[in-house]
């Protein structure tokens, strides 16, 4: 078999995980001594491991069993021939940026590329159930870095990092999501176009075998891996308690750099991002914010284009500058614009053609960043 192959195996052996995997390999030193090894030998490193605890018998049993070297070969050309690429901790395209984090994967399938050790990444997280507001600005910061040549990282899931993705692939930018299930997996199954656009110029990533179901433990887990991947964290919209705040306590471990988007303070969405700029974290409103940190001398170019200096007409320009992130009901914009309502509805059709404008609902527009 191939080296690969060996370690394919051992990263799949049952119950052996990641700090079972690291005492086999200090203590015979690759996957194919471990493959190779007797049952006395194997015992005999069990019983010079009773202190800590770690490995049982049934451990060794499962390593005996699983030693068929056609089946293992089989199901390593299973992966290739499904676009599925393996990497592991002793091969040396494994990412530079994880093999030090606590508890680092043995191994990662992906699907598309794994990022190379020199790429400028930033993790974007946040709210499933995000607002409108949230939305537009994940979208709009993933945009902005990726044009700079930061790719975007986060986890597929609904809300904040989906609209992260889409912000980056918007403008032709790389970005990479990890999965909490098998790398066969879209999950939630409603992202399954981003799920394969994606894999054009970035990667889905998962330390879980093809087959592996999205369960509720395995999200914290493959949080340290977006955390470990990236230069920075950026959090758009988090609740006091959001799950998005492990993926920066795991950050903060690793030494990362965290920026948090601030919010109103009565709204919920924003207290774990408010409490976050208290602790210390960046607080950001531009894109150029985390820039001038990741790119050495960086120097903005001038931006003629911004949308709300585009050219309108009199009545055009009164209505934009009654919307903003916040959705506002057609309404309320007569009533503050004091334009009839056939008048406001030309100019809201006029204002959303240009791309200036979107309804996030019937009749409730906010303007497009």
């Keep these: 078999m191939l080296q690969e192959e060996y370690n394919y195996w051992l990263a799949n052996i049952h ?32 019983y010079e491991n009773e202190t800590n605890r770690c490995f049982l018998m049934n451990d060794i049993e499962n390593i005996c069993i699983g030693r068929d070297e056609v089946k293992i070969h089989d199901s390593y050309a299973k992966l290739a021939k499904n676009g599925i690429y393996f990497v592991s901790k002793e091969e040396e395209h494994y990412p530079d940026k994880l093999r030090n984090i606590y508890e680092s994967p043995f191994a990662l399938y992906v699907k ?20 409108p507001y949230g939305k537009e600005m994940a979208k709009h910061f993933a945009a902005e870095l990726v044009r700079e040549e930061i790719s975007i990282v986060s986890g597929l899931a609904r809300g904040i990092d989906s609209y992260a993705h889409v912000g980056a692939l918007s403008t032709g930018g790389i970005t990479y999501g990890i999965l909490g299930c098998g ?54 919209e988090a609740k006091e308690k ?51 940190d990741l790119i050495p001398n960086y120097n903005p170019a001038s931006d003629n284009n911004k949308k709300n200096n585009k050219i309108l007409e009199t009545n055009g320009k009164i209505v934009y500058a009654r919307l903003s992130l916040q959705p506002i009901h057609i309404e309320e914009i007569a009533l503050q614009t004091g334009l009839s309502m056939d008048l406001l509805m030309e100019q809201l059709v006029f204002l959303e053609l240009r791309g200036l404008i979107t309804q996030t609902a019937k009749n409730y527009y906010i303007v497009k960043i």
């Design 242 to 292: 959001s799950g998005s705040l492990i993926t920066v306590d795991m950050g903060l471990e690793q030494g990362k750099d965290v920026y948090s988007l601030p919010g109103r303070v009565w709204d919920c969405l924003s207290g774990g991002c408010n409490n976050l700029i208290k602790m210390g974290a960046k607080l950001v409103t531009d894109p150029k914010d985390i820039l001038e």
């Design 15 to 46: 119950n052996v995980g990641i700090k079972k995997i690291e005492l086999l390999l200090q203590y015979f030193g690759s996957a194919e001594a471990v493959f190779r090894a007797s049952k006395e030998i194997l015992l005999k490193f069990l």
């Design 183 to 236: 790398i066969d997996i879209c999950y939630p199954k409603e992202n399954i176009g981003l799920y394969m656009d994606m894999q054009k110029e970035g990667g889905i990533i998962s330390e879980y075998a093809p087959g592996i179901p999205p369960l509720r433990g395995n999200f914290p887990m493959r949080n340290r891996i977006i955390s470990g991947l990236c230069d920075g964290i950026l959090v758009i």
């Design 112 to 131: 598309g590329r794994i990022p190379h050790d020199d790429e400028k990444l930033l993790a974007v997280v946040g709210a499933r159930e995000c607002s």
